[in-house]
């Protein structure tokens, strides 16, 4: 193989782990945490496959109303050799800063973000909006659009998701983090309709997840949907009908023949 294509993607490609009170755990449709494995394990594992960036979670955090494990993203960021994402549980600027501090690049805000949109202003303000990622969580409506979700999935506070857009935009965020609650952990595809709904109406940076099937799928998000990044859990944590656990990355060589057979047609 050619070393070319050995060590970088054409786009960035995200693992994006949960972590639920410290053990690294995958859910479906937000629900139904299932254990994976060592976290500190799974991210020197993700050192060796040499991923662009890596996201983790805390999925509880919020819920249990704690705040960042900090000890626990210390350790983190001591062990990544890769660009590192923290969220779960962040609520204040001094939280935020405490995080860049211990040398995570980006922090993912979604709560407190969207229940309150001065906290990206000001996280955009003493941290720089390249390290402010907002995580829009949404779930499609039975019969046609899309409901915005804070807290795990668990509380709808918008039935306007391109309102919600340009709010977080307006607010400073650098990124934005696009997560299709229905298709989590399904590894049935992405939601490309939701995808190209909010890319065409954000300037911003947009991390496309939920439900990613490989790399065609992948390759689709970014080529044809307008995703600038793409993220994934299932996807780089299971294997086979059965959903054995064996940590993966897609190699950057078939991502490449996927963009090279898409730009034939």
Known sequence: MSDQYTSFNPFRVIPCLQVDRGRLVKTTGYRNPSYVGDLINSLRIFNEKEVDEIAVVDISATREQRGPDFDLINEMSSECFMPLAYGGGVRSISEIER????????????????????????????????SVVVSVDVKKRWMSGYDVFTRSGTNRISRDLLGTIDAVTKAGAGE??????????????????????????????VIAAGGASGPADLVQAVEHSGASAVAAGALFVFRGPHRAVLLSYPDALDIHNHLSSTKRK
Do not use: F, W
């Open 99 to 130: 995080i860049i501090q211990l040398g995570v690049e980006k922090v993912i805000l979604n709560t407190a973000a969207l229940e309150n949109l001065d906290l990206v202003r000001a996280a955009a303000a003493s941290v720089g909006s390249q």
């Open 176 to 205: 934005l983090l696009l997560n299709a609650i229905d298709k989590d952990g399904t590894m049935n595809g992405y939601d490309h309709t939701l995808i190209k709904a909010v890319t065409d109406r954000t300037t911003l940076p």
